[in-house]
């Protein structure tokens, strides 16, 4: 044999030096939970090592992965019923936890990259994303919202603003209101291609915002689609998206791939929680080496082709990483 490719592999140098795809910590963003009070953390039953945070204990937890390296985080805010109602109205109080949070979060870490998620569903005592009206999901009529959210949150100090709602028009629509308020620099990083996916279930237990009735796939895509994909990234980013992304990440590597090879903006992938859940919970059953399979997925969606990852890993990955 003239060819043999072990040779490529024969020792730990040699394959360090031929290896093609690198994890680092810069790409990651962690997605962290926020809970009204002080001096708690509650574990999220579905997500092992993860929690819910009151805003001090947030603090201390950024402080640690800022520490590790880590310079991306988005936070989700997990309120009671009595915060919620048909309209999401405390989405944009500029006074509520979340925006309070985030200005003081940003107060503090001046450095970090803070992203925010715009959706109606953790305020909307519906759960769902967008107004409902007689059992459907108002486009339009949402935007109005969605909007103003993105105001208060560019106003909190968010350095990056994360559409997860799924509505026809609202990168250009938000785009629209923060210029013309004067925050311009604040970017955009739209959730383009958001499946309609059974794999965010712990993330709604996390936030109890799971649908009060029906699902979601008026809005999120359908996962037997990829022609769509296209259709979406096409008009985020002609709206003016400065970063797209694919959710879930590890079913749709090959939506990742697809983004990747057809447009030159940052692609993100969301390596949601029911992803997490089920490395945790084969490797809590002994089923699976946890550490293992983590960077293994970690790795697979950056050689699928994204740029970022948000991922319930990032601390545990940033200090395996570290130990390099
Ligand atoms: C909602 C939102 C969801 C996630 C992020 N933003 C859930 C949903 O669409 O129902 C899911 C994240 C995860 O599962 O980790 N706007």
């Not at 590790?68 to 944009?92: N, Q, R, W």
């Not at 003081?104 to 959706?119: E, G, R, S, V, Y």
């Not at 993330?203 to 109890?208: H, I, P, S, V």
């Not at 979406?232 to 749709?252: H, R, T, W």
């Amino acid at each position: 044999m003239f060819r043999r490719p072990r040779r490529n592999r024969k020792s730990a140098a040699i394959r360090a030096m031929v290896e093609e795809t690198t994890l680092s910590v810069n790409d990651f963003i962690y997605p962290v939970f926020l809970i009204e009070g002080s001096g708690k953390r509650e574990e999220i039953v579905s997500m092992p090592g993860i929690y819910r945070y009151t805003l001090d204990s947030l603090m201390d937890e950024i402080q640690e992965c800022v520490d590790l390296g880590i310079k991306g985080f988005c936070v989700f805010p997990s309120l009671g019923d009595d915060k919620k109602d048909k309209y999401a109205t405390e989405g944009h109080n500029p006074e509520s936890l979340y925006n309070t949070a985030l200005k003081q979060i940003k107060t503090k870490f001046p450095n970090i990259a803070l992203m925010t998620d715009i959706a109606m569903d953790p305020y909307s005592s519906d759960g769902h994303d967008g107004i409902v009206e007689n059992g459907e999901i108002l486009n339009d009529e949402t935007l109005d919202i969605l909007g103003k959210m993105a105001l208060a949150q560019a106003k909190a100090g968010a350095d990056i603003l994360g559409p997860s709602d799924m509505m026809d028009g609202r990168v250009g629509y938000i785009r629209d209101i923060l210029d013309k308020a004067g925050y311009t620099h604040v970017s955009i990083m739209s959730y383009t291609a958001k499946y309609a996916s059974a794999f965010y279930g712990p993330f709604r237990d996390a936030l109890d915002s799971a649908p009060k009735f029906g699902d979601k796939k008026t809005y999120q895509m359908n996962p037997a689609n990829k022609n769509e994909a296209l259709v979406e990234a096409d008009l985020d980013i002609s709206e003016g998206a400065d970063m797209i992304m694919v959710k879930p990440a590890l079913a749709y590597l090959d939506i990742i791939k697809l983004l990747k090879d057809n447009y030159n903006v940052p692609i993100t992938a969301y390596n949601v929680s029911g992803e997490y859940a089920m490395l945790k919970a084969a490797s809590e059953k002994g089923w699976l080496d946890g550490e293992k399979v983590m960077m293994e997925s970690l790795l697979s969606i950056k050689r699928a082709g994204a740029d970022i990852i948000l991922t319930y890993f990032a601390k545990e990955a940033a200090q395996i990483l570290a130990q390099k």
